[in-house]
């Protein structure tokens, strides 16, 4: 991902991946703590910062929430990535945690994605792309699942070669799993023509 927006969200910590080549950094609240661990330099804070111990830096921009508020800490920074007008965003410590913020956490992800830009979600066990009407080589990687679920309530005209079960043309609804945990075949290559689709790689263990 080149001149991409990395935002450190609150959820399980996991190292904070090539986060150096991020043309702009955004820490969430506890995200911050996460940012400090690495030795990360944040552009913007963003959050009520209820659950961040540590002292705020000076000089570092920040756009405050109130405790009680609509947007979670993470949807918060993703839709001032988006008003920014950046088209590709990676997410970080956004997996693990409280079930209910990854859940918002992928939904604030669809949010980006259908309003144009390009989102990768990286932790140390799991790798999602979410994009729409695009196509995507997906390097293979041994130990690793692939799987394919839609985000918006269809994705149609998706197409996965380089797999052991291929699909050419097909429809997934975000109600029926069909795509999960496909094999590699070599490299994959993934697209689809309208819908928010994710393609996940998980770790087997």
Known sequence: ???????????????LENIEKAAF???????????????VKPDLLVGDFDSYQGKIPDGVPRLELPAEKDDT????????????????IALYCAFGGRLDHLLGNLQAAAFAVKNGAAVEIIDEDNRAQLFSNASVVIPERPGYSLTLLALSDTCRNVTAEGVKYPLAGATLTNAFPIGVSNEWRGDA?????????????????
């Open 1 to 15: 991902m080149e001149d991409f927006c990395a935002i450190i969200s609150g959820g399980a910590f996991s190292p």
């Open 25 to 39: 950094v955004i820490a969430c609240d506890q995200g911050l703590a996460y940012a400090q661990r690495c030795k």
């Open 73 to 88: 800490d993470t949807m918060a920074a993703v839709r001032c990535a988006v008003d920014e007008g950046w088209k590709r």
């Open 189 to 205: 290559r993934v697209s689809v023509g309208e819908g928010v689709l994710m393609v996940l790689l998980s770790k087997m263990k």
